[in-house]
């Protein structure tokens, strides 16, 4: 749901909370926001987030870009909980239904692709993928190939469901640990058992896996008044 907001004889549409921005329109944010501060960044938040050209943002009344960033910040600040489904142009996604049994090609994508907030579409093309089955409260999803067919369709996923997806796999992350030790000392060769057990005892897999979240935070807290 979006909150119809009128400037300038032009309706500006602010999303009521976090699922009413997409994934790719904060990757977006992130990315023209850094090392900028102040008025600038309150206009490229309301271009990006509420998909705004830049050049009606600038002709935009200050009180006018002040209200709208304050909403957005606290959308931004908002706690997000785990949804294991969501839809995305009229396609049911799902979040993996165990991760113990993570093969060794998702794992080594996930692994490559969390660490950084501009591949988080691939990431999440990785943990969800289409529903081919449910029953009885149960689902099955399509086996991994990749993310080159699914990435780009995973930016128009809800941010909420990423960062509770996010926030899911961080509350895993020392049972997913002990499980991906043990299978990565039974699939793949002696370096890179070494590799993945020194990323593990660093403890950055259990730290990457809430990257994104503080991103969030941190940015939604630049936003100013």
Known sequence: KLISYLDMK??????????????GQYQKYL???????????????IE????????DVVNMAHKDVRDITNKLSRILADETSF???????????GFIP????????????????????????LAMAVMFRPII?????????????????????????????????????????KDLVSATQHFIKREV?????????????NGDFIKISTHLQKEILQNSAKLQS
């Open 48 to 55: 990006t987030l509420c998909s705004v050209p830049f050049g």
């Open 10 to 23: 032009k309706t500006i549409l602010i999303p009521e909370n976090i699922n009413g921005i997409t994934l």
């Open 133 to 173: 089955r449910e029953y009885d409260g149960k689902y099955s999803i399509l086996e991994y190939s990749g993310t080159q067919e699914l990435g780009s369709l995973m930016k128009f996923m809800p941010l909420g469901a990423a960062l509770g997806a996010m926030v899911f796999f961080w509350d895993l992350a």
């Open 83 to 93: 949804s294991p489904t969501f839809e995305v142009e009229g396609e049911k996604f």
């Open 189 to 201: 060769t002696k370096d890179q058992v070494q590799e993945q057990e020194d990323l593990l005892r």
């Open 98 to 121: 165990d991760l113990e049994a993570m093969t060794s090609g998702e794992y080594a994508d996930l692994s490559a692709y969390i660490t950084k907030p501009e591949d988080m579409h």
């Open 31 to 45: 990315s023209v926001s850094v090392g900028i501060e102040g008025e600038f960044l309150n206009q490229r938040a």
